[in-house]
């Protein structure tokens, strides 16, 4: 079992440049989500899903959007960059009353 | 809203000593609570988690938590550190009414252990 995957590890944008981040997990989770972790904020929700073909937002949703079209991918798409979105993102996975399992996060940088 | 307070943005210690990570939250439900590890350059780990039954949880590594009800806590503990403890913790909670966790998670406590 690899667990939570997340591609790419890293990534360096130019402001406006799109891009996507994959999350896959192999445990047969119904529910994923997508976090963002800055310094001495915790980590905020931006989307979750709470199983294949269904989506929602969290709490920090703007400038994402989401896809979820397999039940063990999760996509993060940011469609125009700006510099407030340089963060490292995890991805999780869950199933009925457990913890979450969390990926290893992808450190975006928007120049 | 559930809201949780890390009071304490960084800890430092000595090795063996003992250490708290304090932890309150606020919820007007039954809650779920978390505490999760992050080693540096990693994701989360679960560390400990109070769902019901006894309030004092345990972890494999030697930390234990207590759910305050009354006092709204959930503060972390362990007798002795080890410099391998060194990381960020952070504590979660979730509205336990429904199958589907929504977690709110602290701002996070560094804990920084030295020899």
């Known amino acids: 079992n690899a667990g939570v995957t997340q591609t790419p590890k890293f990534r360096v944008l130019k402001t406006g440049q799109s891009m996507t981040l994959l999350c896959a997990q192999d445990?047969?989770?119904?529910?994923m989500y997508w976090y963002r972790q800055d310094p001495g904020m915790g980590l905020r929700l931006i989307h979750y899903?709470?199983?294949?073909?269904?989506?929602a937002k969290g709490e920090v949703p703007d400038g994402y959007n989401v896809s979820r079209l397999k039940k063990q991918n999760f996509l993060l798409g940011l469609e125009s960059a700006a510099p407030s979105q340089t963060s490292v993102y995890f991805c999780?996975?869950?199933?009925?009353?457990?913890?979450?399992?969390f990926g290893p996060g992808t450190r975006l940088t928007v120049t | 809203a559930q809201s949780v307070t890390q009071l304490d943005s960084q800890v430092p210690v000595f090795e063996e000593a003992p250490v708290e990570l304090r932890c309150n939250y606020s919820?007007?439900?039954?809650?779920?609570l978390f505490w999760y590890v992050q080693y540096p350059n990693q994701g989360l780990q679960l560390l400990l988690k109070?769902?019901?039954?006894?309030?004092l949880v345990e972890s494999i590594n030697g930390f234990e938590a207590e759910f305050n009800k009354s006092q709204t806590s959930f503060h972390l503990r362990k007798p002795s550190v080890h410099i391998s403890d060194t990381a960020e913790y952070f504590c979660?909670?979730?509205?336990?009414?429904?199958?589907?966790?929504?977690?709110?998670f602290g701002t996070g406590t560094r804990l920084l252990v030295s020899p």
């Open positions: 109070y769902l019901s039954g006894s309030t």
């Open positions: 999780a996975s869950a199933t009925g009353f457990s913890e979450q399992y």
């Open positions: 899903s709470v199983g294949e073909g269904t989506t």
């Open positions: 979660a909670v979730s509205e336990g009414n429904t199958g589907f966790q929504k977690l709110v």
């Open positions: 919820s007007s439900v039954s809650v779920y």
């Open positions: 445990m047969n989770h119904e529910y």
